[in-house]
């Protein structure tokens, strides 16, 4: 019998990447269902995003999430946006991507640019997740439930998209860093982008032109559903000023404080050309039937308002001194010390005797409807608002010009302060 001569077919050297591709194709048929898996975290992610992004789209509340709430204060944050855009825009425009690619894997297919668009899409969207879970841990100190919900759907999906694919990407750490490069610089950009968001919404017919300068003068709202008369109220600033701004607060409420500090500038930045009618909303359950479950930060909110009212109503000449005690502070002082130092004022029976005014119970109760009128015509529930001519603008203003916008828009006034800086 003859030897046959077994001949040696040669292999060309292939490159790493194909081998793994080819030896992994029998692994990667049967790991579908863990890209079906990756896919459904992605959507609910997606979900989270989406309705979120609406609702900024809309302007409409977000369910479960009510004014000052911890949910409110992250989305009303200037962290909640780039520039004027809302962040969730962007996640549900990376998620999309994201479940794209996904839709491919998940079919069998070998292709090499879904691989990359996953991989790109989870390293996005961890490093996202990270740096808004720390913003809102350190930063905002507030956690909204939608957005919790999209970060840790978006990071268990990466993790698992990590552990699927990074191997079978050629130099995947180039593509990760360059993703990590394009995270880095959209961080800076919202630290140093100022939030140009608009919260001011026009309502025609609001309020009533300026009148003539009187004491007596009648403020009305929304063709006379509310008659606010300047010398029976609150107020910062000149009773007969010319423009009157209307400011619903709450004591409790961060944002309000900020506010406060902001409008009272602004009474010696315009000069006196306008005066501030304050009126408080509590945010409070105790008292306010639109809230269904008080926050832990707003409880003894209606206290609050009820004291101050009481401490104005009993002795008007000496109410600006102690709400300028009360709104001193990052928060209010325990509601114990409000009551000593109003008592102080006034004398414990005069004190709970005027609690007791009908007055103070119809004028909360009053303030709480006209926040649910703006609501219902503008559709943003944040607090604080300012009425302003025919303008409803909700939320904290933070920047000067945008203040001074909206006073030139409605009735023609000038910063006095600006102007005489000006060369």
Request: net charge positive; proline share 6%.
């Given at each position: 019998?003859?030897?046959?001569?077994?001949v040696?077919?040669?292999?060309?050297n292939?490159?790493?990447?194909v081998q793994n591709s080819?030896?992994?194709?029998?692994?990667?048929?049967g790991?579908?269902?863990?890209f079906?898996?990756?896919?459904?975290?992605?959507?609910?992610?997606?979900?989270?995003?989406?309705?979120?992004?609406w609702?900024?789209?809309?302007?409409?509340g977000?369910?479960g999430?009510?004014?000052?709430?911890?949910?409110?204060?992250?989305l009303?944050?200037?962290?909640a946006?780039?520039?004027p855009?809302?962040?969730?825009?962007?996640?549900?425009?990376?998620d999309?991507l994201?479940?794209?690619?996904?839709?491919k894997?998940?079919?069998?297919?070998?292709?090499?640019v879904?691989?990359?668009?996953?991989l790109?899409?989870?390293?996005?969207?961890s490093?996202?997740?990270?740096?808004?879970?720390g913003?809102q841990?350190?930063?905002?100190?507030?956690i909204?439930?939608?957005?919790?919900?999209?970060?840790?759907?978006?990071?268990?999906?990466s993790?698992?998209?990590?552990?699927?694919?990074?191997?079978?990407?050629?130099?995947?750490?180039?593509?990760?860093?360059?993703?990590?490069?394009l995270?880095?610089g959209l961080?800076?950009?919202q630290?140093?982008?100022?939030?140009t968001?608009?919260?001011?919404?026009?309502?025609p017919q609001?309020a009533?032109?300026?009148?003539t300068?009187?004491?007596?003068?009648?403020?009305?709202?929304y063709?006379?559903?509310f008659?606010?008369?300047?010398?029976?109220?609150?107020?910062?600033?000149?009773?007969?000023a010319?423009y009157?701004i209307?400011?619903?607060?709450?004591?409790?409420?961060?944002?309000?404080?900020?506010?406060?500090?902001?409008?009272?500038q602004q009474?010696?930045?315009?000069?006196?050309?306008?005066?501030v009618?304050?009126l408080?909303?509590?945010?409070?359950?105790?008292c306010?039937?639109?809230?269904?479950?008080?926050?832990?930060?707003?409880?003894?909110?209606?206290?609050?308002?009820?004291i101050g009212?009481?401490?104005f109503?009993a002795?008007?000449?000496?109410?600006?001194?102690?709400d300028?005690w009360?709104?001193?502070?990052?928060?209010p002082?325990?509601i114990?010390?409000?009551?000593?130092?109003?008592?102080?004022?006034?004398?414990a029976?005069r004190l709970?005797?005027?609690?007791?005014?009908?007055?103070?119970?119809?004028?909360?109760q009053?303030?709480?409807?006209?926040?649910?009128?703006?609501y219902?015509?503008v559709?943003?529930g944040q607090?604080?608002?300012?009425?302003?001519?025919d303008?409803?603008s909700?939320?904290?203003?933070?920047?000067?010009?945008?203040?001074d916008?909206m006073i030139?828009?409605?009735w023609g006034?000038?910063?006095r302060l600006t102007?005489?800086r000006?060369?």
């Open positions: 019998m003859g030897n046959k001569r077994q040696e077919t040669p292999t060309r292939k490159p790493d990447h080819e030896n992994l194709t029998g692994a990667e048929q790991s579908r269902r863990a079906w898996v990756i896919l459904v975290l992605v959507g609910l992610a997606f979900s989270a995003s989406t309705y979120l992004g609702a900024a789209w809309k302007g409409g977000i369910a999430c009510g004014p000052d709430s911890p949910c409110d204060q992250v009303s944050s200037r962290w946006y780039l520039g855009l809302p962040v969730s825009w962007g996640a549900v425009l990376v999309a994201w479940m794209l690619g996904l839709l894997l998940t079919s069998g297919s070998q292709s090499l879904s691989r990359k668009l996953v790109a899409c989870a390293t996005l969207v490093v996202s997740a990270l740096w808004f879970i913003l841990v350190i930063v905002i100190k507030a909204c439930p939608y957005c919790m919900s999209a970060h840790v759907f978006g990071l268990t999906a993790v698992l998209t990590f552990g699927k694919l990074f191997r079978i990407v050629p130099r995947p750490m180039i593509l990760v860093g360059s993703c990590l490069l995270a880095a961080g800076v950009a630290v140093y982008v100022p939030h968001s608009q919260h001011a919404s026009v309502v609001l009533q032109p300026p009148a300068p009187s004491v007596e003068r009648v403020l009305s709202l063709n006379g559903a008659k606010l008369k300047p010398s029976e109220l609150p107020m910062m600033g000149a009773t007969n010319k009157l209307v400011s619903l607060f709450d004591y409790s409420c961060h944002h309000c404080r900020q506010m406060h500090g902001f409008l009272k009474l010696t930045n315009y000069a006196g050309q306008f005066g009618i304050n408080p909303m509590p945010l409070d359950g105790a306010n039937w639109i809230v269904k479950q008080t926050p832990k930060a707003h409880v003894n909110s209606c206290s609050y308002a009820q009212l009481a401490v109503l002795a008007p000449h000496q109410s600006h001194e102690f300028d009360l709104w001193t502070g990052e928060n002082p325990p114990d010390q409000v009551r000593r130092r109003a008592s102080e004022l006034l004398g029976e709970q005797r005027t609690l007791t005014n009908e007055w103070i119970k119809l004028r909360i009053e303030d709480i409807s006209l926040y649910a009128s703006n219902a015509k559709r943003k607090m604080p608002q300012l009425i302003i001519g303008l409803v909700v939320g904290v203003i933070n920047q000067q010009s945008a203040f916008e030139t828009q409605q006034i000038t910063n102007q005489v000006s060369p």
